[in-house]
Every structure is written in structure tokens, then in C-alpha cells.
């Protein structure tokens, strides 16, 4: 009964490919969100969605595409692979008000 | 939009010491600031988080404070155990929908026995 689950945990793959990752929350919150976390630990935002609807897109390469089907689903695609692209990702959902997001495990992903 | 500033990147104590680590906002519309642990290899986690009509909460060893005139707030933790070396993130917030946290670039807090 995860709250917010992520796959898959481990992704490698090489450069140019392209892959995914899902994100689930069975928690009825209505936000979503992918963060990238690089080798640094830094924890940057790229995308939000409330309710299915693009609220936030950082200054992301469109190269990685973010879909929400359903307000539980925020899935992320990305095209091209490359070697900058490794980093761990994490997905979050948050609830409205002054409230904590909860994160997924994270999904690390190694381009070689 | 939103930037946060932590400082230090790095703390080492000795066990039962105290740890004291400090971040800036930008944004004057931030209302909610929480802090996150993150061990190796796992997700972040809440510890603690403060609203923006609140100066100060203390939850066991852990209490943060918040200064909203000078947009700056604190995690402060005593009597530190080996169990609290991890990464600390502080991050702000507005509390609107689909707002998101924006966090600190975390400190590494090494409590050594």
C-alpha cells in the first residue's frame, strides 16, 4: 500500500534511446510532480500538475515529456537519451494547504 | 520565481553536540517551509515544518524557526546521535495548487560518536 510508487527503480540505457518512467499515488492528492536529482544531491523541480493540468515546466530540454492521465498518474517520457540525463528522478504528489509533498523512491537512471 | 539559498553544504559534529543549519528565501509569498531528510539511496522525508504565521516549532530534538521579515528560517537539532548524519533539505512554498516545493541544495550532516 505505497503511497507514491515509482518504475521502474533502476533504469540503464544508452545514449539516444528513449524510455519512461510511472509514477502512481493512491493518496487523492491533487498535485503532482517530477524533481531531478543530480549527482550533486541538488533537488530540482521540472514539472507540476494539479488535476491533470500543466502548472509548472522549469527550464526542461523537450526532450522529456510529462503525461497525466488521471490525477493519480503522472507519468514521464524521454526521447534521446543522453549522458546528462543520468541522474536519480523522483516523483511527488502533495495535497492542497500547508502540507508536506511525499515522494517516490526514486528512479536512477544511468545513460552509458 | 522562488530561490533558496542553504548554507552550510557540509556539517561535521561530535555526538550530543547541537547542529544549526540556515536558508533564504526569496519569494515573499512563500508561506509554508518544511524540512527534509534524505539517507543514502532513499527518498526524502519530512522532519519537521513550520507555517508562515508561526516563528517557531519544536518537535522533540528538532525546532526550526522563521523570520519572514528577513526571509530566513533555521533547523535546529540537539543532542545529535549518529542515526541524524543524512542530507538535509530546506524548501518554500506557496500554499496554492500545483505550487511546488523548492528546495535548498542540502546539507551533509555528519554526527560522529
Known amino acids: 500500500d505505497t503511497a507514491v510508487s515509482q518504475t521502474p527503480k533502476y533504469l540503464v540505457t544508452q545514449m539516444g534511446n528513449d524510455k519512461s518512467i510511472k509514477c502512481e499515488q493512491n493518496?487523492?492528492?491533487?498535485?503532482m510532480y517530477w524533481y531531478k536529482q543530480d549527482s550533486k544531491k541538488f533537488l530540482k523541480i521540472m514539472f507540476s500538475?494539479?488535476?491533470?493540468?500543466?502548472?509548472i515546466n522549469e527550464t526542461v530540454p523537450n526532450r522529456f515529456s510529462p503525461k497525466s492521465p488521471d490525477k493519480a498518474h503522472l507519468n514521464l517520457h524521454i526521447n534521446s537519451l543522453e549522458l546528462g540525463d543520468s541522474a536519480v528522478y523522483f516523483c511527488a504528489s502533495r495535497p492542497l494547504g500547508y502540507t508536506e509533498a511525499f515522494f517516490g523512491q526514486g528512479t536512477r537512471l544511468t545513460v552509458v | 520565481g522562488e530561490n533558496v539559498e542553504q548554507h552550510p553544504s557540509t556539517l561535521s559534529v561530535q555526538e550530543g553536540d547541537s547542529a544549526v543549519i540556515k536558508c533564504t528565501y526569496s519569494d515573499s509569498a512563500s508561506n509554508y517551509f518544511p524540512w527534509y531528510k534524505q539517507e543514502l539511496g532513499k527518498r526524502p522525508q519530512l522532519i519537521i515544518d513550520?507555517?508562515?504565521?508561526?516563528g517557531e516549532k519544536k518537535d522533540q530534538r528538532i525546532a526550526v524557526t522563521l523570520n519572514k521579515t528577513a526571509k530566513h528560517f533555521s533547523l535546529h537539532i540537539t543532542e545529535t546521535q549518529p542515526e541524524d548524519s543524512a542530507v538535509y533539505f530546506c524548501?518554500?512554498?506557496?500554499?496554492?495548487?500545483?505550487?511546488?516545493?523548492?528546495f535548498g541544495k542540502g546539507t551533509t550532516l555528519s554526527v560522529s560518536s
Open positions: 500538475y494539479n488535476n491533470k493540468e500543466l502548472i
Open positions: 524548501a518554500a512554498s506557496r500554499i496554492q495548487a500545483g505550487t511546488a516545493l523548492i
Open positions: 513550520i507555517r508562515s504565521n508561526v
Open positions: 493518496l487523492g492528492h491533487d498535485t
